[in-house]
């Protein structure tokens, strides 16, 4: 799922835990580290029970945690806890549809009726490509509101509904596809639908033959080498993780654990689970050519506006988002969150710098006037914490 974190408007917080600039990469000797570890307690201290991030600068690594990972029982939080990294996800299946690409198997702008016909028939098949479909300008609508129609009063009860609901990648897709467009195929700016990627993943088991989650698993995550990202089944996360608070806007108060939670909702489009130590790899890899072509990764970096589910605009390519920092230089990564999570992670463009955050609460800003969200303190403090720790 795609609300904007921090830099223009919505993820965070944090605990005091250990932090330090790891040995072997050299230890860090500037005093960066007491910055980082200031402003990450900051995050905590303006509301969220628990934050964990890792930092790496021309082959120093400074990794820490600030808070909670269970606010009943005090739990820390630790730098290496998994998390549910949500619509970084999407990265993940973009690179597998470039690596197809590259094999010849799709192309980018062919009309999607040329490998699903029967998915989306007629003229609105022919219109839509496979870079549409990559960069949200398909018009196919987000298929959450309808998965969880108490959103539309508002409500937070099919979040409870739905925690043990199975769902299946053809009855999302429908929803989506049933609902009016929300704009003309090809139009920018793009609307930003999880629909979308669902289809992708459709298209990636019709032209290698096996399950998304297989392919994926197979030729990014183990060719990355991360040894701790994983697609869940079941309802658990299997390994150290925090608990995830929701407030979904001030509608659940005291926040809520959604922590075990089947995620079949958004299967190969925002489930996966991982470290910061992983996505920063991933990143880092994938940014230096090693996941697809130099020419794929090219693809990708090229964006087009892009209204987020929380109705800001973000600067998006194929899976993978661009963050201009002035004075400070341009980020490629992505950001994500599920019920009760948040993750960002960037690498700026020359490969010196990246930062991974994780946080275990969401969505905590009460509506204003005109449906916007009030300020609150955990906007600030995710500010001052990536400015610190992307721009040092």
Request: net charge neutral; glycine share 12%; proline share 7%.
């Amino acid at each position: 799922m795609k609300i904007r974190m921090a830099l223009c408007g919505g993820m965070a917080a944090l605990t005091l835990g250990a932090g330090s600039l790891a040995a072997a990469p050299p230890q860090d000797t500037s005093g960066e580290g007491a910055g980082l570890r200031t402003a990450l307690k900051g995050v905590h201290e303006a509301g969220v029970p628990g934050v964990f991030a890792e930092v790496r600068d021309s082959g120093r690594v400074w990794r820490g945690a600030s808070g909670v990972a269970d606010v009943a029982t005090g739990r820390p939080v630790t730098p290496d806890m998994l998390q549910r990294v949500g619509s970084i996800t999407k990265t993940f299946t973009a690179a597998a549809i470039l690596q197809q690409v590259e094999q010849g198997r799709i192309r980018l702008d062919a009309p999607i009726a040329d490998y699903l016909p029967d998915l989306i028939p007629g003229e609105r098949g022919r219109k839509i490509t496979v870079r549409m479909l990559l960069n949200h300008t398909s018009g196919i609508p987000d298929h959450i509101r309808y998965a969880f129609p108490s959103l539309q009063v508002p409500s937070p009860k099919s979040l409870d509904d739905n925690r043990f609901r199975q769902f299946s990648r053809a009855e999302l897709i429908e929803l989506g596809l049933s609902a009016p467009p929300a704009a003309e195929p090809g139009t920018a700016p793009g609307v930003y639908s999880n629909t979308n990627y669902h289809i992708l993943c459709e298209l990636l088991e019709t032209v290698t033959g096996e399950r998304a989650e297989d392919y994926i698993t197979r030729n990014v995550i183990l060719r990355a080498g991360l040894k701790h990202t994983y697609f869940p089944t079941g309802t658990d996360i299997k390994g150290p993780h925090a608990r995830m608070y929701e407030s979904l806007w001030g509608l659940i108060d005291p926040p809520r654990d959604y922590s075990v939670y089947n995620m079949s909702w958004v299967a190969g489009t925002a489930d996966l689970v991982s470290t910061m130590n992983d996505l920063n790899r991933f990143f880092g890899e994938l940014l230096d050519g090693r996941i697809v072509s130099r020419a794929s990764l090219a693809e990708m970096q090229r964006t087009t506006p892009v209204i987020a589910l929380d109705g800001s605009t973000v600067a998006y390519g194929l899976g993978l988002e661009r963050f201009d920092i002035p004075g400070c230089g341009t980020f490629w990564g992505n950001t994500g969150t599920v019920w009760g999570a948040g993750t960002m992670s960037v690498t700026r463009s020359d490969g010196t710098r990246q930062m991974s955050i994780a946080i275990n609460r969401m969505r905590w800003s009460k509506p204003a006037g005109q449906g916007n969200p009030q300020p609150h303190p955990i906007d600030g403090a995710l500010k001052a914490w990536q400015e610190q720790s992307m721009c040092g």
